[in-house]
C-alpha cells in the first residue's frame, strides 16, 4: 500500500473550541497550549508597561474580530495579573516566548474580575459579578458592609440607581481587594458589544455614563487600584448599526477613554498557527525535491503579495516552507480571510487543520499519496467550504455570489480543469476584499499549479464565451457572471472610459469628503472635541476650502494634501507654494502618488460612478449590495495604498507637513490625529479644561438646554437660599452647575447662601482668561452683541465650545449687574428675566452688550441725580452706577400714563425733558450728556440739580392735575360743591336703587357707576370718564377733557330731568333735600313748570326773601303768599321774553 501524506505529518495538539472568561478566568489548563503571537506578546507589553510605569492610563480596549483569540487572551491577562504564585503556568509560558515582558508582571498581584457582555445593563452585569466575588471572599468587615450597600434585587448601590454609581462600585470593591491583600482589581469585559447593543436600544438607562465612569476610576492619577481591560470585535458604532440605532457623539467619546490595541493577526500569522499544528514527520524530510519545489511555491505567494514576511521569524519560517506541506499558500491566505470574515478566525482555522470534517487537512491527509506530492489548494478548499463548513455571512451580496457559484459548478459537467478553475476564482472571490489580488490568468495558474498559463487562458475564454464568466478587459479580470452583474460590468466599462486624472481627482475627492479626524490627543487635555477635514487637490486644482452648508458639521482645522504624480521637481514646486498657506487653522502637505495608489484611486472613483448608477436605476437589493460590496474592497485598497501614507509607524515616516508657511519640526512621525492635536493645542493654548462632554459642545443636547434653563430660572430668581437641586438628585443641571460654576469659582457658598462672584485663578477649571476676555469685549469702542461675545470667545486662542460660553457669558452679566447693560433691539432691558434669556440664545445678534465704566469725575452728578430721582420717590438702593439710575429713571418714566407722555399742558422745560427721555438710546449719555446739555440750553437760573427735580415732578404730576380738573367739571355739571368724595356721596345717596327700571343704557350705566361702592375715588373717576368718551384717563389727550365736559353737561342734563321725573312720582324720596319743583299759571293760560337745585346759597338767599316779605305783610300769610306767586310769575315772565327776543335774533341772521 502506497504512503499516505498522514504518514508523514502528525495532525495533533490539544485544541479548545472555544475560551469563555467568566469559565476559564481560574483554570490553569486554560492556557497550556496558548500561543503568544507577536500580536498578543504586543498587548500584554503594552498593559504591562503602563502598570508597571505607573501612568494614570489604566483602561484598555482590545478590538479584533471574532475568534483572534481576545478572550483567551484576557485569560491569560488575568492569570499573569494574578501573580506568579497563582497561575504560574500562564508566566512561565510567557517567560519562554517574551522574557522581558515576563518580567513586568512578575511582582502583579491583582484580583481578576470577568465581566461577560449579554443584552442587559452594564451596571446589573457589574453588581452580580461584584456580588459573586464578595460572596466568595472572607468576611471582612469592609466586604460586609460593601454586601449590604448592594441591592441587585433593585437594581442600586447605596439605595443609587447601579449605572449611576457603577464608578464609585468598581472603585469601592477595588478599594476592598486592597484591604484584603491585593494591588488592586483588573476588570475584564468581554463582548463589550452586547452591552454597546442594549445601551443603543435603551438610552434612557444610562449605560453610557456607567462606562465612563468605570474608565474615569480606571484613569485616576490618586489611586491606581483599578485597571480596565475590554475586548470588542468591531467599534462602537458598527454594533449599533447592527440593531438598527446611531450612537451619539458621546459615546465616541467615551470610547476615546480607552486606549485601544488592535488585535488582528496578519494572514502569515496563520502560517504559524498551521506549522503550530502539523508535526513533520522524520518521513517528510526524506521526499526528494519537496522542499525546494515548497520554498519555490511560497517565494511565489511572496512575490503576488499573497503572504507578507515583515520580520525575522516569517522570513524563517518561509524559507523551510516544507513545513507548511501540504497547505497551498493560497489556501492559508484563504483560510485566515475566511476564518475572520465568514468564521470564528483562530478555532475555525484550528479546526480544519485539527478537525476531522469532510475535505479538511486531515480528510485529504488520509486519502492522498505522499508520492505524487500533491498540495491542498483552491479547489480542495471549495470542496471543504461548499460541503457543510457552515459560513457565517455578513454580507448578503457575498452570501448571493457565493451561493451562485455554487450551484453553477454544481450544474456543469465540465472537464476537471475547468470544474477546478471555477472553483479556484469562487474562492477568490469570496476572499477578495482580504487578500486583494485580481483574479488573472497568470494567477489562476499558479493557483491550480498542473496547468500551463495557455491552456488556463484557453479555459477561461471558453468560460466567457459560455456566459460562467465576465471578463474585465482593462485590468485582464475575470469573475463569475452573476445574475444582473452583467449590467454592472456594462456600467463598470462605461465609467473606466474617462481619463485616470479625472478619476484620481474624484476618488480622492470621495473618499475625504466626509473624513474628520478626530484630535484625541487635544481632547484628553482640554476636555474638548475638535475635529479636522482633509481636503485634497492637485498643483492644477489647488485644494479649497468649501463652504458649509446649512446644519453641516463644520470642522475646527483643514488639512490640505495637493497630490503630486510628476516627481521631484513637481514635489519642489508645490513645496514652494506651500510657504505661502497663511491660515491658521490650516495645515498643508505634499502627497506622492505611486502607480498603485493611482490605480486604487481610478477603481475607487469608478465603482463609485457605478454606484450612482445602480441606486438611480433602483435595481434589485443583491446588486446594490454586490456594487456596495466591491466600493467597500476599492474603498478598503486606496486606504491601504494612499491613505496609509498618513499614517507613519517605526521605520516608515510619513509626511511632511507645512503650517503657516513653514515645515512643523517632526512632523513625520505623527499621524493625521496626533497633528490636529499639534495644531489645536498651539492654537487654541488658553482654552480651559472642561471635562463634561455633555455641556462642552456647541449645540448641545435638547435635555442640557432645558436644563440651562432651569439653572438660570434658580439664578434669577434672586433667592440665596434656593438650591440647584436636592442632594440626591442628580438632573442636567447639576453637570452643569458643578462643572461651570462651582469648579470655576463663581458660585460661592457662606452661612447667607449662595452668591456668584468673578471666577478665581487656580481654580479646578481656571476661566480666568475668559472672564478677562468677556470684559474686553463688552468695554470696546464697537459694540458687542451676544453673538459677538460668543465668537470672540470662540476664536484663539481661548476656543470655547458654544455650550459653556454662553453660559459664562450670561453669569458675567449677573456678576456684573450693576455696569452690565443689555440691549434687545436697542432697547435698554431694565431687568434680565428667563424670557429674555431665552431669546437671548435664540437671536444672539439682537442683542447689544455693554459694560459701563465707572469714573471719579463724575461722583458729583451721580449724587445730583439721587437727589433727583429722590424728589420723584425713586430710591436707588443698590450701587450708585450709571446704569442703575438709568434703569430707575427707565422704570419711572415707563410706568407713566400715556397722557402724561404726550400733553402739552405742562411748562417747556418739562416737554423737553420728555423728549429726550423718549429718544434716548444710550443710558450713560442720557445721564451724562443729554440731560446736562437740555439744562445748559434753557438757560435756567436754578441749579442742576433743582431744575431737574422740578421738570421731573412737573412731568409726573401731569396725571394728577388731570383729574383734579374732571373732578372739577364732575362738580360744576352736577352742582355740587366740594371734593370729589363730597359728590359722589350725592350722587350715590340720590340715585340708589332706582337703576333696575331704566331703559336707558348710557344713563343706567352712568346711575349704577354712582352706586357702585367697591370702587376707589380715582378708580370711580376714571370709571366716569371712561363711560362719557370711551377712553380710560391715562389715555386721554389734551384734547379729551374738552369733549368731556360737552358730554357731561349733557349726561348731567338727561340725569336732572329723570330725578324731575321720579320725584314728582315721589319714587326720590332723598331728591327733595336738593331739588324743588313747582307748576305756574301764566295770564293767558299758559303753564310753566319749575325744577331747580337747591344751594347753601339759594337757601340763605329765600330765608333772607321770606324774612323781608313776613315783616312787610305785618302776618298776613295770604298776602305773602300772593305776593311770592306773583314775584315768581314775573320772573317766568322775563325769562320766556329773553329767550323769545334771542329766538327772534337767531332767525333773522339765518334769514341773512
Known sequence: MSERIIDAIELGG??????????????????????????????????????????????????????????????????????????????????????????????????????????????????????????????????????KQLNEYEGTYKSRPLNAVAGELVADFAGVAQGAGFDGVVLLVDEVGKFVEYAALYPE???????????????????????????????????????????????HKVASRFEEIPFDEPIERYAHFAVHAIRAKPRLAREHGLADDAREIYAKALEYGVLRAPMSADQRLFERAEQLYPLHPLSIAALAVISKRYGQSERSFHAFLRGNEPFALRDFSERNGLAERPWYRLPELFDYLAGGYGLRFRDLAAERRWAFAVATIERQALDPSALRTLKSIAVMELVQGGVGIPIT????????????????????????????????RNRSEFSFAVSDA??????Y??????????????????????????????????????????????????????ACKGDDVRP???????????????????????????????????????????AALAEYSIWLAVQREVTSKRLDPWTSQYVGGRVHDARESVGRLVLSELNPFPGRPGCEYWYKGKPIPGSRDLNVSQLASWLFDSVYCETPKIVNELINKDRPAPAIVVARQRLFDVLISGDPSRQICAPNEYPPERLIHSTLLRDTGIWREGAGGWKLVAPTAGAPVDITAVWSAISETLRADTVATFASVMERLASAPLGVRAGPAGIWAVLYLMVHRSNCAVFERGTLVLELTAEHLQRMFRNPQSFELRELAQGDRSRKLLHDYRVAMSAIGCVVDDELTWLELARSLYRWFGRLPEYSLQTGRLEKDAVLVRSVLKKAQDPIKLLTVSLPELHSQTKSKSAFVDWLSHTLSELGIAHRRLQDAVSADVGRAFEISGPLSRVRNQLQTECAGLAADLADARLKSFILRCTDLSLTDEKWLDSIANLVVQRSLDAWTDETLGRFSQSLTELCGQYKRWVRLVSQ???????????????????????????????????????????????????DHQLAAAALAQALQELQSLQMSKLSKEESTDGKREAR
Open 205 to 251: 438607562q444610562g449605560d453610557l455614563i456607567a462606562l465612563q465612569q468605570i474608565a474615569e476610576q480606571a484613569c485616576r492619577a490618586d489611586n491606581a487600584g483599578l485597571a480596565v481591560v475590554a475586548m470588542l470585535h468591531q467599534h462602537f458604532a458598527s454594533y449599533a448599526a447592527g440593531v438598527g440605532r446611531a450612537l451619539s457623539d458621546e459615546w
Open 441 to 472: 490568468a497568470g494567477f489562476l495558474a499558479f493557483a491550480l499549479g498542473d496547468v500551463t498559463l495557455k491552456a488556463i487562458s484557453t479555459t477561461l475564454e471558453r468560460l466567457v464565451e459560455q456566459g460562467l464568466l465576465v471578463h474585465r
Open 1065 to 1115: 312720582r315721589s319714587r326720590l324720596p332723598r331728591s327733595a333735600e336738593r331739588f324743588v319743583g313747582l307748576t305756574l299759571t301764566m295770564p293767558g293760560g299758559q303753564e310753566a313748570s319749575l325744577f331747580v337745585n337747591t344751594t347753601e346759597q339759594s337757601k340763605t338767599l329765600a330765608r333772607n326773601v321770606v324774612q323781608m316779605i313776613s315783616d312787610a305783610v305785618a302776618g
Open 486 to 491: 452583467i449590467n454592472v460590468e456594462a456600467l
Open 493 to 546: 466599462e462605461q465609467a473606466a472610459r474617462v481619463g485616470e486624472d479625472e478619476l484620481i481627482v474624484r476618488g480622492i475627492s470621495e473618499v475625504l469628503a466626509q473624513r474628520l479626524v478626530v484630535a484625541n490627543k487635544h481632547y484628553d487635555t482640554s476636555g474638548t472635541i475638535r475635529t479636522m477635514r482633509v481636503i485634497a487637490g492637485s498643483p492644477a486644482a489647488w485644494p479649497q476650502i468649501p
Open 556 to 598: 475646527d482645522g483643514w488639512l490640505k494634501l495637493v497630490l503630486v504624480t510628476g516627481g521631484a521637481d513637481a514635489e519642489a514646486a508645490v513645496r514652494h507654494k506651500l510657504k505661502s498657506e497663511s491660515d491658521e487653522l490650516v495645515i498643508s502637505a505634499c502627497l506622492p502618488l505611486s502607480a498603485e495608489g493611482r
Open 14 to 147: 490539544r485544541h479548545t473550541r472555544s475560551i469563555a472568561l467568566s469559565r476559564d478566568l481560574r483554570d490553569e489548563s486554560a492556557v497550556e497550549n496558548y500561543l503568544p503571537t507577536p500580536n498578543a506578546i504586543g498587548a500584554l507589553k503594552q498593559i504591562g508597561e503602563g502598570l508597571d510605569a505607573g501612568n494614570a492610563q489604566r483602561a484598555w480596549k482590545i478590538v479584533g474580530p471574532y475568534g483572534s483569540g481576545k478572550s483567551a487572551l484576557g485569560v491569560m491577562i488575568a492569570h499573569l495579573l494574578s501573580g506568579h504564585d497563582e497561575h504560574p503556568a500562564a508566566w512561565e509560558l510567557l517567560n519562554r516566548s517574551a522574557p522581558r515582558v515576563a518580567a513586568l508582571f512578575q511582582r502583579s498581584r491583582r484580583f481578576p474580575l470577568a465581566v461577560v457582555g449579554a443584552r442587559v445593563s452594564l451596571g446589573s452585569a457589574l453588581a452580580s459579578a461584584i456580588g459573586e466575588a464578595l460572596s466568595g471572599w472572607p468576611q471582612s468587615k469592609a466586604a460586609v458592609s460593601m454586601g
